[in-house]
């Protein structure tokens, strides 16, 4: 019944329920609540520039995509249940199989009931690893500044920016240019956001090395806004011992910042000495060949990818 219990929490907001709202920028579609709409509408503006540049430097464009401006840290997977249907499918085979089963013959009694098991079984572990997803969005929202999902190329990319701007972390402060105006802020979160989309429409894959996935975002977004992110000290971070592999796991803690700091001076130094072109040709298995110094190689950048 209307009007009874407590108010209604707006995810976007993250107050009481209030007006959502969208606004287009070509086939792009920004959402936002209305007391973000200044944001959404400095995105709008500069989405356009986003993607001419990403054209120019990638040679490909991305899906139509949406935007999304949201001051709580989003549920995984609530954008994408589109790949959970095939699941339902073979699950929904296997009941029927169960309770109808004089009415099959006993070969396709038993595929049945191993198409629905085994539907059954991968729907719990996807259901799973979105629970694990969204506890650690949740756990890294506030200093994350945005994230891109990009999980099922049937569907269109989605990249959530944080607003307000969370407080960064000090070490992000010492170490990159921060700026206190609301646009190049904007700018370089959907510029990096962007990138990580655009890598994933050239290579036409949702996982890739971690070290190239995130060292091509900061280059790119530097290209976006034509000033750097990273302060010239931060190079140093270059001659650290390698780092272990499982770098996503450091997430929230200094020691990732240091690490994005090595992926962007290892891109930056492949892309002066005239690689672009040849790292975008470059299947993604055969990327590793190109990591020396600070990269882990082989550990992937999840499809609901974080920045």
Not at 24 to 35: K, L, S
Not at 107 to 123: Q, R
Not at 248 to 264: H, I, K, M, N, P
Request: proline share 9%; charged share 25%; with cysteine.
């Amino acid at each position: 019944m209307k009007g009874c219990g407590a108010p209604q929490r707006n995810h976007l907001s993250g107050g009481p329920a209030s007006p959502v709202s969208d606004l287009h920028a070509g086939h792009d579609r920004i959402t936002f609540a209305e007391e973000h709409r200044e944001a959404a509408e400095i995105l709008a503006r500069l989405l356009p520039e986003v993607r001419r540049r990403g054209q120019e430097i990638a040679g490909v464009a991305v899906r139509p995509l949406r935007v999304i401006v949201s001051t709580d840290a989003p549920p995984a997977g609530e954008y994408y249940p589109v790949r959970y249907l095939s699941l339902l499918a073979g699950m929904a085979l296997g009941l029927v199989a169960l309770f109808l089963r004089d009415e099959f013959s006993r070969p396709i009694h038993l595929l049945c009931l191993a198409a629905g098991g085994l539907s059954g079984a991968v729907l719990g572990l996807v259901v799973a690893g979105k629970r694990r997803l969204t506890r650690g969005l949740q756990r890294m929202w506030p200093p994350l500044g945005g994230v891109c999902f990009d999980y099922d190329q049937r569907l269109p990319p989605v990249i959530m920016v944080q607003w307000p701007r969370p407080e960064p972390l000090p070490i992000v402060m010492e170490l990159t240019f921060r700026t206190p105006e609301q646009e190049p802020y904007l700018a370089g979160i959907l510029a990096h956001e962007y990138a990580h989309a655009l890598l994933r429409a050239r290579y036409c894959k949702r996982a890739l090395p971690v070290w190239w996935d995130e060292g091509f975002a900061f280059w790119f977004t530097e290209q976006v806004l034509g000033q750097p992110v990273w302060r010239p000290e931060s190079r140093a971070h270059l001659s650290e011992p390698e780092p272990r592999r499982n770098a996503r796991r450091l997430f929230g803690q200094d020691a990732y910042v240091r690490l994005c700091a090595c992926y962007y001076w290892e891109v930056r130094d492949l892309i002066e000495d005239g690689r672009l072109p040849e790292l975008l040709r470059t299947p993604v298995r055969r990327l590793a060949d190109f990591g020396a110094k600070a990269v882990s190689p082989d550990h992937p950048t999840p499809a609901g990818r974080t920045r």
